[in-house]
């Protein structure tokens, strides 16, 4: 096998040599065009694997790089994702450890995922959560991310975002208002200040970082420099708190 990864390996560096454009060849020493792409296309035949091993190597590169690069932006960006005074902030506002969640109000894995967090909060007073509105599966999405944040200026964003989360099914706009009034919010008041400009820089703000981060769906996790794309159960969280808090003790 070893001889055969090394023979494939010669006639494939020797075929992309030739074919490719402005490379300059040597008229005496320039193989058969021909010959070389039978040779290719014998040793692909009889060993497919070789090909789908170069396409996977490929594959963790690309994501290796992807990975540093995520890495590298986090740490730039660990003072917004945290600290953000735009972001509500669920937990102890003051505890040791933050996890910045990137959700969206019609995923329902981020519906499975709350009770899940709220669990990990009531058992961890030192946890922080940073909830980022990152609204991705439609109009609906976005009108209930804007009128969470809008109230904000109430004071009711706590109940109105768990009682977002705990509602199944669709969230039409007038379904979203009644929430709202059930929850202790002014609906003509949350209407007016949707519509501040503030709040839509805010999340094309939370838009452009989980762009940054490679972040792409919902539920999404980040706990100390740990990506937690997709669902996660609660001892999974735990163990990334503990090990962002250890990593806190030695900074």
Request: proline fraction near 5%; hydrophobic fraction near 40%; glycine fraction near 6%.
């Amino acid at each position: 096998m070893k001889h055969l990864l090394l023979k494939s390996a010669l006639i494939l560096t020797m075929a992309l040599a030739y074919l490719s454009p402005g490379v300059a060849h040597s008229q005496t020493a320039t193989p058969d065009k021909a010959a070389i792409k039978e040779m290719v296309r014998e040793v692909l035949e009889e060993n497919p694997e070789i090909l789908m091993q170069a396409l996977d190597n490929l594959r963790q590169q690309m994501e290796a790089a992807q990975a540093s690069g995520s890495r590298e932006n986090l740490g730039k960006l660990r003072n917004e994702l945290e600290r953000d005074p735009n972001t509500f902030v669920a937990g102890n506002p003051k505890g040791d450890v933050t996890i910045v969640e990137f959700f969206d109000y019609r995923c329902g894995f981020c519906k499975r995922a709350q009770p899940i967090i709220q669990q990990l909060l009531k058992q961890d007073g030192g946890v922080r959560l940073a909830l980022k509105e990152f609204p991705i599966l439609g109009p609906e999405s976005l009108f209930a991310s804007r009128a969470a944040l809008a109230a904000m200026a109430q004071e009711r964003y706590a109940p109105f975002h768990e009682a977002l989360m705990a509602a199944q099914g669709a969230l039409s706009e007038s379904r979203v208002l009644r929430i709202a009034t059930e929850n202790g919010l002014d609906p003509a008041k949350l209407r007016k200040d949707m519509d501040d400009p503030k709040i839509e820089k805010i999340i094309a703000r939370n838009h452009e970082i989980a762009e940054s981060l490679g972040i792409s769906g919902t539920p999404s996790f980040i706990i100390g420099d740990t990506l937690v794309p997709g669902f996660a159960e609660l001892e999974q969280l735990q163990k990334l708190v503990e090990a962002a808090r250890s990593e806190c003790l030695t900074c």
